[in-house]
């Protein structure tokens, strides 16, 4: 274990990248204590990615490409500044909605900061926020983007933990409703303290436009359902719900209604068990396509093109983790050293509620280290058994895990959408970490809840029948 262990931290102090430092310890591991043949190695490696869930991780990268060429970035945050930015220290609450939007799209906080980040910080500072609010808040709406589904991280949990992709998606929604009024909440507490007013006026034809769109969007599923009542199949009712849907798009010019139908589409798809959560990926990226090429006409190939090239790079840089860290996580479970692990946690505490403070504080400080993937490749078969053994739902566990890893993304050393902040406001990096310390705040609280809340997380994949 200490080879195993130490060889890993060590090249990663030498600043070898995460992934090489998982490869070569893992070698050298090998080759020292000829615990298995070594062409083991390229077995494992290519194991790991031999996955059907895996397939989600490119076609949800894409989709969340495609929707920021297509202009669908600009149309949510339009569409957040007429619904919110009206209210006290508006363009905050806009950049947190705007955020919610998008997440039902992307399924990465590096892809909402990037995205979303950069037309959200220049407005911002445009209207007067200081650049350390505007970054501050942009960095904890980001997080949002794994937690409300669709979620890369929880596809990855998924496949390790063995638990339902969908259900994981479902248990993700009430958290990140709840987030969404944490952090908004937080902007009101600034709003009030520094006496800012609103950045756009209040009309009320605006908003309840605005409001209308919602309406439309949460009456889709309804208006399914009382066609099937009425004695259509399912299939014929959402055809012709869409098909109306289409119709009032076009007609009203609304903004957001298509982007808004991508999260119902994809969680209705699998409730109504049309598609997989790997399928609901290429659904998306079909999706996207059609408000790009179709609804919007602002893609050409040329940006589609760009779109997959950068895709291709992205998934590349994923997969190659994934495939480290798999034999990596291999390792550390025939040496033993995952037993070890499991068995010294359990030495300090069997009551599982102390397990679960001991556990967040751990992923926390991974998580300012290894890159997200990594670490849930790594850290689910050391903690899995211990969960299970302590009777924790791993639906709850996988939610507390990807929130943990989605704050240490905001923190140094190694916290990407730190540096991806840090590099659109044109800021230090001391500067934009100090920026994003009072967001913690709402972020910790969040985190508290749905740890020794369940219920937050299992009530609805329990509702809809995938969760026991």
């Known amino acids: 274990m200490l080879l195993l262990l130490g060889g ?10 995460v ?41 949800f990268i894409l989709a969340g490409n495609l929707m920021n060429i297509a202009g669908v970035t ?31 799209m992307s399924g990465t906080a590096i892809a909402d900061a990037a995205g979303l980040g950069t037309i959200e910080i ?59 009024l944490f952090m908004m909440a937080t902007v009101a507490y600034f709003a009030h303290k520094n006496g800012w007013g609103n950045d756009t006026p209040f ?36 055809g012709i719900g869409l098909v109306a849907l289409l119709a009032l798009d076009w007609y009203f010019d609304f ?36 408000l790009g090429l179709v609804r919007y006409r602002s893609m050409t190939l040329q940006t589609v093109a760009k779109a997959t090239f950068d895709t291709i790079e992205t998934t590349a840089s994923v997969l190659f ?18 037993q070890m692990l499991t068995d010294a946690m359990l030495g300090i505490t069997q009551n599982k509620w102390v397990f679960l403070l001991l556990a967040n504080i751990l992923i926390l400080f991974v998580g300012c280290f290894i890159d997200t993937i990594a670490a849930i490749t790594i850290l689910v078969p050391i903690l899995l058994p211990i969960v299970l053994k302590l009777g924790i739902d791993p639906i709850h566990f996988g939610l507390i895990m990807t929130l943990n890893l989605m704050i240490g993304l905001l923190h140094p050393p190694l916290g990407m959408v730190l540096f991806v902040l840090a590099r659109v406001a044109k800021l230090s990096v001391e500067r934009t970490t100090m920026a994003i310390l009072p967001w913690l705040v709402p972020l910790l609280l969040a985190l508290v809840a749905i740890t020794y809340i369940p219920e937050l997380t299992l009530w609805l994949p329990k509702y809809m029948g995938l969760s026991k």
């Open 74 to 104: 600009g149309r949510i945050y339009k569409f957040a500044v007429v619904l919110v930015g009206w209210m006290r220290g508006g363009l905050g609450h806009v950049n947190i909605v705007g955020s919610v939007i998008f997440s039902g």
């Open 255 to 290: 903004s957001a209604v298509m982007a808004l139908m991508a999260p119902v589409i994809l969680i209705g798809g699998m409730t109504l068990g049309w598609f997989t959560p790997t399928e609901a990926a290429v659904a998306a990226v079909i999706w996207s396509l059609f």
């Open 122 to 180: 220049k407005a911002m500072k445009d209207h007067g926020y200081s650049t350390e609010f505007a970054v501050g808040v942009t960095a904890a709406s980001a997080t949002l983007g794994p937690i409300i589904p669709p979620s890369l991280p929880f596809v990855i949990y998924g496949m390790m933990a063995n638990v339902s992709i969908g259900a994981l998606f479902l248990g993700g929604v009430i958290p990140g409703v709840m987030m969404t």
């Open 321 to 338: 983790i994934v495939t480290a860290a798999s034999i990596f996580a291999w390792l550390l479970t025939v040496s033993q050293a995952a």
């Open 203 to 238: 009309s009320l034809p605006q908003v309840g436009s605005a409001a209308l769109e919602i309406l439309i969007v949460l009456g889709f599923p309804l208006a399914v359902w009382l066609l099937v009542v009425a004695g259509l199949s399912v299939n014929m009712a959402v």
């Open 8 to 17: 890993f931290l060590l090249l990663m102090l030498l600043g070898l990248p």
């Open 19 to 59: 992934a090489l430092s998982m490869a070569v310890s893992s070698l050298v591991y090998i080759l020292v204590t000829g615990i298995t043949p070594d062409v083991t190695l390229a077995q494992r490696m290519i194991a790991g990615v031999e996955s059907f869930p895996l397939l989600a991780v490119p076609f």
